[in-house]
Nanobody, 125 residues
Framework: VQLQASGGGLVQGGDSLRLSCAAS????????LAWFRQSPGKEREFVAA????????YYTDSVKGRFTISRDNAKRTVYLQMNRLQPEDTGVYYCAAGVRVITSSLGLPTAYDYWGQGTQVTVSS
């Protein structure tokens, strides 16, 4: 599976962005999908994940109520709607796909098999 992330940009605090991650090579129906982000000097951080069925979603505490992850299996795409953006949300956002991701490992980068190239999100204050 090849993943291509897009939708990043430079916005002001309080603005919204929607990130997209398109998959090619095979369908994504059998994959758990997630978004991580990384800021300079920091480790890659879990942001959100969505189960294979799309019925369950998971978020890190700092984005709950502001970000929404969703998937469209027919379009082979996962989305991250980001509202009320804050400067602390700045970073490179990566999408990831995993075949054997279990709930307890959703937040671990090592649980995922495929990664997109990242898209930069910069939020000014």
């Amino acid at each position: 599976v090849q993943l291509q992330a897009s939708g990043g940009g430079l916005v002001q605090g309080g603005d919204s962005l929607r990130l997209s991650c398109a998959a090619s090579g095979r369908t994504i129906n059998g994959y758990a999908l997630a978004w991580f982000r990384q800021s300079p000097g920091k480790e890659r951080e879990f942001v959100a994940a969505i189960a294979r069925s799309g019925g369950a979603t998971y978020y890190t505490d700092s984005v709950k109520g502001r970000f929404t992850i969703s998937r469209d299996n027919a379009k082979r795409t996962v989305y991250l709607q980001m509202n009320r953006l804050q400067p602390e949300d700045t970073g490179v956002y990566y999408c990831a796909a995993g075949v054997r991701v279990i709930t307890s490992s959703l937040g671990l980068p090592t649980a995922y098999d495929y990664w997109g190239q990242g898209t930069q999100v910069t939020v000014s204050s």
